[in-house]
């Protein structure tokens, strides 16, 4: 019995060669009967994500050309595909597998997201009977090491992405963030995904003010124009501000009367705008907590550090488990 | 002082010592387990003081503690227990290490005071003191939570404004903090004032009391000032210009000051002067 991984993934192959090979859900069950038809092997399961594609395979018999299976199926030149392959046999496909659904090889160290796609092409696979002891053990292992990396090391602890970053801050400060009021100034891309950070938390109160009023109710019913913010301002404790300005959107004086007609309640304003929006000397007030880019960013960097040392953790983790499977494996065949 | 008591009294002091060493190195080093270990071993110790309270004879019936020692020793143990009761039902990771030096504080306190021959004092063995005596070691004890809350907020508020990346990640937020603080400050001064109150009516029990009224005692005249700074930390909060970092420096300010009270009034009386 062997068990190989061949694939490739944002890291030796550009997006314009992973697509070709992707693979979509519905077409899933197709690929795999394809696979084991042409290579003669009982077992597969197809991996297909925005970032990866890697055809799982349990064997007996001698090695079949996965490379040139999947030139021919995806009608790509096997010189082109090549290059951009990995392969890896036994433990080390084994520590592939496990490294891959703990999220260790992603593009975003540490990140959930391949977790529920491993499982979803798992599932495929064995729903399409394509699965049996070797791979669905393999598999069902990978998911749970997966989950014992998370609970045991702090390698998904830390945010990475900065509109989290900034939702975390927030929630630093406010114990009951779903009840607090956030306005965003400005209803670009950057406001709408720092804003869907803070929805994820539960914020329901939110209020729009940008130039366009318009724009504005696409994020929330609470649109007002640009010039009613120092009415609107009090309202809120938590500020997102990314919008183009010409000096400075939001000064010192204005926060300091809203914080007056807040009774001294602490505000967090995020200055997500470049150039800034907010005016730094509105940090200094009493009980205002003012994130910009580069501070938000710099958060980001070193969350991601923690990341990589916390991966040290996982590594023994990840080895204990490979070999414990394939030594599984090898004495039941 | 036996020379078992003596063991488990300095077993617990370097206990304590240790178990802060390792748990600060470990925050620095980003280390769980040095963390984790720090926090048992603090627990331990807070144990073998524990132990040597029970082994001295204090109890709850009647006067739980029958010298200055014991009351010092007993609120070491008290703070760390419920510092490790509210991370457990608070869930706040890390209060049992953050109040690990004011509980070793205490114990040193006590260590350095030593425990004088225990002849209960007139007075002693009634509900009135025990009364006394408990209600205002629990005031003690919210009092160094509250102290504890009021630095880890005035921490990670400095933390938060300098706008950089966390240490000491695992705070609970800001608000939880504050709001925490001053709630243990304010059941703190609700207790003070019952001790005080029962303090008063346990003064009128005392037989043939001496010419130096309670207006002259130390101990007296300590309480009233910390009565005062934690009213004041207490009203601070419904000043909107005072809320927040200076209402916790007021709370630091109070607690420093319960300390040096407590200190200097035992140097000049280990008890009331109105025997």
Known sequence: MTITVTGLNHKSA?????????VPPE???????????AMNVPEAVVVSTCNRVELYLSREGPAPDVADFLAKRHRIPLSDL???????????AARHLFRVTAGLDSQVLGETQIQKQVKDAYQAAHAARATGRVLNRLFQTALAVAKRVRTETGIQEKSVSMSSVAANMAAKVFSDLPRKTVLILGAGDTGRVTLEAFRDRGVERILVVNRTVEKAQELSKRAYPLETLPRVLPQADILISCIHHDGYAVDAPTVKAALHLRREEPMVLLDLGVPRNIDPEAG???NVFLFDVDGLQGITRENLRAREVEMRACEPIIDEAARAVIRKLNEVR | METHASILLNAGLVGYATAILTAFTGLGAGSRRSFNAGR?????SALFHFILLADLGVHHTQCPV??????????????????AASELFLEMTGLTVMTSPVAFVFAFFAAALGDAARTPPEGAATLAASVHIGVTLLSFTLFALSFVFALLYLFERGQLKQGAPL????LPPLQTLYDLGHRFMGAGLLLLVLGTVSGVLLARTVPN???????????VIATMATCAAYAAAFLFHFLPSLKGRRTAWACVGAFLLLILGLWVSTLLSPLHNFR
């Open chain 1, 14 to 22: 550009p997006v314009e060669v992973r697509e070709k090979l992707a």
């Open chain 1, 27 to 37: 077409a899933l069950a197709e690929e795999l009967a394809a696979a084991r038809d």
């Open chain 1, 82 to 92: 090549q290059p951009h392959l990995y392969h890896h046999e036994d433990l080390a």
């Open chain 1, 284 to 286: 200094n007030l009493e």
């Open chain 2, 40 to 44: 048992r071993l603090a627990l331990l």
């Open chain 2, 66 to 83: 029958m010298n200055v020692f014991g009351f010092v020793l007993l609120l070491s143990v008290l703070v760390l227990l419920v510092a």
């Open chain 2, 167 to 170: 240490k000491l990640d695992f």
């Open chain 2, 209 to 219: 009391p001496t010419p130096h009224d309670w207006r002259h005692d130390p101990k």
